[in-house]
């Protein structure tokens, strides 16, 4: 037994592709986590108030500094299932980042709903981001466009 990962057998590795997402990703959590653990203070924006709203009992930069932590675990895990390929952690990592993503959107259309916030932008773009993650986490180890893009470039 070794602490380094063996190679998946062929046909169950994760693709290029699919590790280029993972990495993604893991930059998007990461980098997002580590702001709000730096400088909650930067997050004035009316519209975030929905998002720190999620965690009530916490004054709003404690609430946005939890959130940097839970932005790190998630890019740490996603950055690990890049790096190895595992299947297990791209699945644990997307299936996280899709409820914090969710959770975010729903921070946002809370803002807009209370009067804080006066643009959709934030509850589309979020929603988004986690619309892409569910179509990975079917089968993170391929790019569900993958055929896609290998049939068009043959044609």
Not at 69 to 78: K, P, Q, S
């Amino acid at each position: 037994m070794t602490l380094i990962p063996q190679p998946a057998p062929p046909g169950q590795r994760m693709t290029p592709r699919a590790r280029a997402y993972m990495a993604i990703c893991a930059s998007r959590h990461l980098f997002l986590g580590v702001m709000c653990l730096w400088r909650p203070q930067d997050f004035t924006s009316g519209s975030f108030d929905g998002v720190k709203d999620f965690l009530w009992l916490l004054h709003p930069d404690t609430a946005l500094m939890v959130w940097g932590a839970v932005f790190v675990v998630v890019g740490a895990l996603a950055g690990f299932a890049a790096f190895t390929g595992n299947e297990d952690a791209a699945r644990h990592a997307l299936f996280v980042s899709v409820v914090t993503t969710f959770m975010w959107a729903g921070g946002f259309a809370w803002s807009i709903l209370t009067g804080t916030s006066a643009g959709w932008s934030g509850v589309i773009v979020w929603s988004a981001l986690a619309a892409k993650d569910l179509t990975m986490l079917r089968d993170p180890l391929r790019n569900p466009f993958e055929d896609l893009v290998r049939h068009g470039s043959q044609g």
